[in-house]
């Protein structure tokens, strides 16, 4: 695949998007990497509403002239959103150049050993220049290590032990719970105190139960009130 490049009126050289393949309908996840995509992707754009950002699964990412996209398991990428016209070629798909900045975070969950993670797609987000690098690998299948978390320092990565990602204000963590009925162990963002930001259905979950819990003082305080002799509901 070989980018084209166009001269527009400033003689600044762009990559002709009408030249690029965004996308090219391969089937390329398994069930399980497919929900704990939808996961992670879910409960960000769930519980962030003050910031503008990015997040996605499977997108491809151009990030160098007259290289291939990279397609990432899941990116986030901070103060930017999708152009109004997302059916245009040129916004199908994250390129650098038209938005300004790579991702702060790229993410690539493990199921084989032939997608070389720790080898060829780590150079690649090193020279995009993505913040962190995380590498989720459930299954052991590259090493006895499953959460690998890299931070670019100056032009390098270097493997970090903290799951806290500064530059973002978010963190990761493995957390064993149900997620759509399926008991697991998941990756999870999550608040610098270890809690995790929420899906859809456990924020409303979360409310359901408050709910229940402030009817239940209702009717205690209300017992506690007529015991006493006084009738709650002329208060």
């Known amino acids: 695949m070989v980018e084209q490049l166009l001269i527009n009126d ?12 965004t996308e090219d ?54 103060d930017v959103q999708v152009p109004e016209n997302w059916w245009e070629k040129q916004n199908r798909c994250y390129m650098v150049w038209r938005f300004g900045k790579p991702p702060e975070v790229v993410i690539e969950i493990v199921s084989n050993q032939e997608g070389d993670e720790l080898g060829r797609k780590l150079q690649i987000y090193e020279q995009m220049r993505a913040s962190y690098y995380i590498v989720y690998d ?23 032990s ?11 963590t493995l957390w064993t719970g149900k997620f759509e009925t399926r008991q697991d162990i998941w990756l999870r963002w999550c608040y610098q105190d270890g809690t ?37 509901d002329t208060l």
């Open 10 to 21: 400033d003689d600044y050289y762009v990559p002709d998007a009408n030249q690029l393949v």
């Open 25 to 78: 309908d391969t089937p390329v996840d398994n069930f399980a990497s497919e929900k704990q995509q939808r996961l992670l992707v879910g409960s960000i754009y769930s519980s962030i509403h003050q910031q503008t950002f990015l997040a996605a699964a499977n997108v491809g990412i151009y990030h160098t002239d007259g290289q291939p996209a990279i397609v990432p398991d899941v990116f986030l990428s901070l």
């Open 138 to 160: 459930p299954t052991q299948q590259l090493t006895e290590k499953v959460l690998r978390v890299y931070e670019l320092r100056g032009r390098r990565y270097f493997e970090t």
């Open 162 to 172: 903290e799951n806290w990602l500064e530059q973002v204000g978010l963190g990761v």
């Open 196 to 232: 995790v930001l929420p899906t859809g259905d456990e924020r409303a979950e979360q409310e359901r139960q408050r709910a229940e819990q402030a009817e239940q003082r209702t009717q205690l305080l209300a017992e506690r009130l007529r015991a006493m002799g006084v009738d709650p």
